[in-house]
C-alpha cells in the first residue's frame, strides 16, 4: 500500500551521514542523490522494494518532524534492533522512551528501539517474531 516515506530535513549532509549509518545496519547503501529543478536535494534510499527518503523542503521553509507520527524499520533479529539503535545513537540521534529490547504487544513479544534523528523525527526499529 505504501509507495515510499519521506521526510524534511534541514541539514541535508548531516541527515545523509546519519541514515548511511542507520540504513546501513538494515543493508541500505548509499542514497540516489537527486537535485530538483528549484535546487532542493533528496535523498533516495531503496532496499528489498522499499524508498525512505529525505529531502530540503521544496517550499523554503524550516523542516519540522510529524508531531505523533513514527517511522517503523524492520529489522531481522532483536539484535539488529539494538545495532539499530546503536548507529543511530552515534551519529546524532537520540534515545527516546524504553531501552531497546523486548516489549509485550498484542502479537506476543516484539523488540523494539525508538529514537529521534537529528531533525526531530521519531523513529522505530521493530523486530516482530514469525
Given amino acids: 500500500m505504501i509507495s515510499h516515506v519521506m521526510i524534511g530535513t534541514n541539514?541535508?549532509?548531516k541527515a545523509k551521514s546519519f541514515y548511511n549509518a542507520v540504513l546501513g545496519v538494515l543493508g541500505a547503501g548509499e542514497p540516489f542523490v537527486n537535485?530538483?529543478?528549484?535546487?532542493?536535494?533528496r535523498l533516495f534510499y531503496m532496499h528489498g522494494g522499499h524508498?525512505?527518503?529525505v529531502s530540503e523542503p521544496i517550499n523554503d521553509q524550516p523542516a519540522t518532524c510529524a508531531n505523533g507520527a513514527t517511522i517503523g524499520f524492520a529489522c531481522s533479529s532483536p539484535e539488529q534492533?539494538?545495532?539499530l539503535h546503536d548507529a543511530a545513537?552515534?551519529?546524532g540521534?537520540?534515545?527516546i522512551e524504553d531501552p531497546p529490547g523486548p516489549r509485550e504487544g498484542p502479537m506476543g513479544v516484539m523488540h523494539l528501539?525508538?529514537?529521534t534523528d537529528p531533525d526531530g523525527?521519531?523513529?522505530c526499529g521493530i523486530h516482530r517474531p514469525g
Fill in 81 to 83: 534492533v539494538k545495532e
Fill in 11 to 13: 541539514d541535508i549532509e
Fill in 51 to 53: 524508498t525512505f527518503a
Fill in 121 to 123: 523525527n521519531k523513529v
Fill in 113 to 115: 528501539c525508538y529514537f
Fill in 35 to 41: 537535485v530538483a529543478a528549484s535546487g532542493h536535494t
Fill in 89 to 91: 545513537i552515534a551519529n
Fill in 93 to 95: 540521534g537520540k534515545s
